[in-house]
């Protein structure tokens, strides 16, 4: 969702660098084969992630939620010389596409793909990451933050997507809504947690980006 205009949107977009062309083949392909194609990074989101990596420069990136791979090769752009990313998703029927653009985009062996939950793969990673992108099941946005810290360092950063759940987070909530509900608890945790500093940014649907101290 975009809380902008689209005519602000459009605008934004245009004056943003381009996506390389591979990420624009792997969205059309997205949009004609995936259920929910919504679910995958977009243009300018994307070119956020790969700015940030790009300044951040990490050895080891960890990303939760592959999804089609879109944001994973965003991140990629970043890596340090030698650096992997370590992607984890649970829906094993989208590795075919994954794999595809990861070897298109000339990324196949610095990414490293975990088919299975999240909570199960993360402890047995021994890496330490300097950068850590959350987008999987939102129930479980905590879980995943309390497993990804002990593998941060000082100044590691941990973005969390879709924070603003489709303006949810600011409409009364429904009894049966665990999703937002898990969203709420998760935002005033980041604020509040000694343990990183965080600032929200209104990009799409919402991308939290917390430094850990």
Known sequence: MHFLSETIQEY?????????????ELSRETHLKVIQPRMMTGHYQ??????????IRPINI????????????CLAEG????????????????????????????????IKQYTGDALDIIPSLDQQF????IDAEKKEYVRYFESVI???????IILSDNVLWSGKV????????????????YNQMLK???????????IRDGLTLSRVL
């Open 46 to 55: 994307g070119r956020v992630l790969s700015m940030l990596s790009k300044i």
């Open 130 to 133: 300097d950068l850590v992108f």
């Open 79 to 110: 890596l340090a010389t030698h650096g992997q990313l370590h992607t984890i998703d649970v829906n094993e029927e989208l590795a075919g596409i994954q794999n595809k653009y990861f070897k298109k985009a000339g990324f196949s062996d610095r």
């Open 12 to 24: 934004i977009t245009t004056h943003t660098e381009n996506e390389p062309s591979y990420l624009a």
């Open 150 to 156: 002990p593998k941060t360092g000082k100044g590691s």
């Open 192 to 202: 509040e947690d000694p343990r990183v500093e965080t600032v929200m940014l209104p």
């Open 62 to 73: 960890l990303e939760i939620g592959t999804y089609t791979g879109y944001s994973a090769l």
């Open 170 to 185: 600011v409409e009364p909530l429904e009894a049966k809504d665990k999703a937002t509900k898990a969203l709420l608890q």
